[in-house]
Nanobody
Framework: QVQLVESGGGSVQAGGTLRLSCAAS????????MGWFRQSPRKEREFVAE????????YYADSVKGRFTISRDNAKNTVYLQMNSLKPEDTAVYFC????????????????????WGQGTQVTVSS
């Protein structure tokens, strides 16, 4: 059974940092792009970041550019999201995704194009 399991969420004050991890099991994603989305009660699901299979290309939503960094360790089948200078508007459930459709463009910002999703981890930023 293929699973993506996120961890590292929590509650921080504005300006703080968190590092999210997403560990994949059941198969390797070493040849697949992976990424992060987020969902808050008052907003639609939002693309956050994507990383290519070898980490050579990364792409960020404008709302997180310069503050968040996506990375991966294929030996550990894990993708990370380093979140710095957090803002209250970053409060959301963060989801890890993997394997966009074979015909997906770069970047793939449509969530339905990804075959695998994690269960999500809550990030809460207080002002």
């Amino acid at each position: 059974q293929v699973q993506l399991v996120e961890s590292g969420g929590g509650s921080v004050q504005a300006g703080g940092t968190l590092r999210l991890s997403c560990a994949a099991s059941g198969r390797t994603f070493a040849t697949s792009a992976m990424g992060w989305f987020r969902q808050s009660p008052r907003k639609e699901r939002e693309f956050v970041a994507e990383i290519s299979w070898n980490g050579g290309m990364v792409y960020y939503a404008d709302s997180v550019k310069g503050r968040f960094t996506i990375s991966r360790d294929n030996a550990k089948n894990t993708v990370y999201l380093q979140m710095n200078s957090l803002k209250p508007e970053d409060t959301a459930v963060y989801f890890c995704v993997a394997e966009p459709s074979w015909n997906s463009p770069w970047p793939e910002v449509e969530g339905y194009k990804y075959d695998y999703w994690g269960q999500g981890t809550q990030v809460t930023v207080s002002s």
